[in-house]
């Protein structure tokens, strides 16, 4: 950049905008590093800690030998929520599963209207869309993009063996689904984690936690209910694809 000035004032008349020229897109190049480094996507890692951590979990009740909890982990006033189930399903049978965002919907039988899709995948991290369709008047579908990595959150060893949290949607045209959801309302608020826990019978503890605004002005009691519903049925149907799995040998 310097050298770009420096050849503004030395150079001849004849020169002038050429210099000019070069410096200009020196700093556009800058502004531009700049503007996308600001808009990163990063990882919520107080969520992810406070989600991740065994403290705090309050007991709710338990159905299928499921149990559901609540956790105030300072997200205004939604509650995170947790649900676990002893199993002996290694943990890996669950990240394959959870990984493969594009056969969500032969997965949850549970949860058929919504819809997943897979936008993006690397070595170590898999992108995905999801679009939750309401059918109620007045109330707008919700949205979002999400980033998940089947691994701990961070260089610490905790028991996380999974995890995911939202994105922004910075995807271009062809790599959005062709759904119309442009009246939806798009979730900034979202984060969850899977944990294992080794027991001294050879099984695991398996559980799933995760906190998820959906926005707009619907009632904190409601939103509290689907956060609840939602999750043990996903749960659910992840552990019958697990068990399915392994009575198949896979």
């Not at 990063?42 to 956790?71: A, F, H, R």
């Not at 649900?83 to 399903?89: A, R």
């Not at 009246?183 to 979202?190: A, N, P």
Request: aromatic content about 12%; glycine content about 4%.
């Amino acid at each position: 950049m310097i050298n770009n000035l420096n050849c503004i004032i030395n150079s001849p008349i004849s020169k002038f905008f050429s210099c000019i020229q070069k410096s200009l897109i020196w700093f556009i190049l800058i502004l531009s590093f700049s503007f996308s480094s600001s808009h990163s996507t990063k990882k919520p890692y107080e969520i992810l800690s406070s989600l991740s951590q065994d403290n705090g979990w309050n007991y709710v009740s338990t159905q299928n030998n499921i149990n559901l909890s609540t956790k105030d982990i300072n997200q205004g006033n939604t509650l995170a929520v947790k649900v676990q189930k002893e199993t002996d399903i290694p943990p890996e049978v669950i990240t394959n599963i959870l990984m493969d965002i594009k056969n969500y919907g032969s997965y949850f039988k549970s949860s058929k209207s919504l819809k997943f899709s897979e936008v993006r995948r690397e070595k170590n991290l898999v992108e995905g869309h999801h679009f939750i369709p309401v059918n109620i008047p007045f109330i707008k579908s919700r949205e979002y993009y999400f980033r998940m990595h089947p691994s701990n959150y961070q260089t610490k060893q905790t028991n996380t063996f999974l995890y995911w949290y939202l994105i922004e949607n910075n995807f271009s045209i062809d790599k959005q689904p062709n759904w119309n959801f442009s009246t939806s309302i798009y979730l900034d608020v979202g984060a969850g984690v899977w944990n294992k826990e080794d027991l001294a019978n050879g099984n695991y503890l398996l559980s799933y936690r995760l906190i998820l605004n959906p926005g707009g002005s619907l009632p904190d009691a409601l939103i509290d209910r689907l956060n609840k519903v939602s999750v043990v049925n996903i749960f659910d149907d992840i552990m019958h694809e697990a068990e399915r799995r392994v009575s198949m040998g896979f």
